[in-house]
């Protein structure tokens, strides 16, 4: 008998290399557990086989596997699912700073349609194909089935290169103490919450019918998954803006309180720009839900032209890095010892490589992309005489 047990089908990823945590594990068909399922269950080798694009090319999907062993909560849906969520949010605000950092739409994973699970799986027999959804259950033989990718998205390959290591383990120690307990912490409760929230954010706001109401929705799930890591009983922007304010920034564009964020009007006050893109995706989302007039142009920010939509998941990467208190707190060595002093050196700078992707990528809504090339390039360009956000920057309709 195989000590571990499929639980979830994953068809449109592929992966490098296994994603764990304790009794749990998110894993490509060329992992030796798979193998050693199906050698066990020839009726999951089927299942897999069965797997292709809507164009009939094979593909090799990536499973959720549970230890036999596993504590009964890890082996519950709402874990898996949250499980599958830390993975998500592990790689969308990545790629998506990327893109904005590089310019290459293509890389990485932007939307969490990838992480669909899908809603056919073998039973504990591995006798039957059974589905179970709000809409539908049902049973079927195996050999009947034809998997598929989710149509219109082409599967891709998730490299490590484009998962936040750092984010995702924090993510996953929390995932094990929420999910170990009877009684979790009300901030792990209040975790998984959001990132359910943030993994239906990041799904693509429609498919080829998509139009300016979709992104709205998408912006208001968005602003949502930030006010349940940050709640209150009026005015939740404030507190969220409380959370982005505890980051540790390294880029000065980020951490200089020069932006007029929405809510300070009367007082004068400035504050981070952070605070100023959640605030105007705030007020954006007022508008869409409230039945405000509203125009094509409503989420362009000026000067840079680019949507305060495609900004939204590496902002979400900030307000979690305040939430978990993401910082490198181990203590910096006697450089007399160079060994020591260089290892933490390079720790460190592993451990803010992805919060200055992000950070980096923030940034790029102050310019234009050929600014913010030249930029890249080495080429002097002063950010004080850079147009800079106010509040009248966005066209409110």
Known sequence: MADWIPMFTLPNIALTEAIESEDVALVSTADPRIGEIASAHPAFQTYIGSFKTEFGRSLAPSFVLAHKDAPPAFRGVEALAAFRDSVSMSVIPLSWAKSLRFGHGGMGIHYSNWFSIYPWMLDKNYEHLLSMTMATSGMDEVTRLRGQSSPGISPRHLDHGFI??????????????????????HDDVALFRSLNMANFAALMPAGVEVTMYDIGRQVSLWVSAFEILSPAKS????????NLKTVEFGLPALSTPIYEAHGFKTTQTKDILPCWIYGELYKARNDFLHGNPVTRERLAVRPSQRSLYIYAAPLYRLALTGFLDLRFKRDIPSQDDATAFAAFVSDRMDFRWPQSNIEAATSTILYTEEQYRARARGEAIDLYNVPLPTTDLTDCG
């Open 164 to 185: 936040d290591k750092i984010l995702l383990k924090e993510l996953l120690t929390r995932w094990q103490r929420c999910y170990r307990t009877e009684t979790p912490e």
């Open 235 to 242: 005015s939740a922007f404030f507190k969220v803006y409380d």
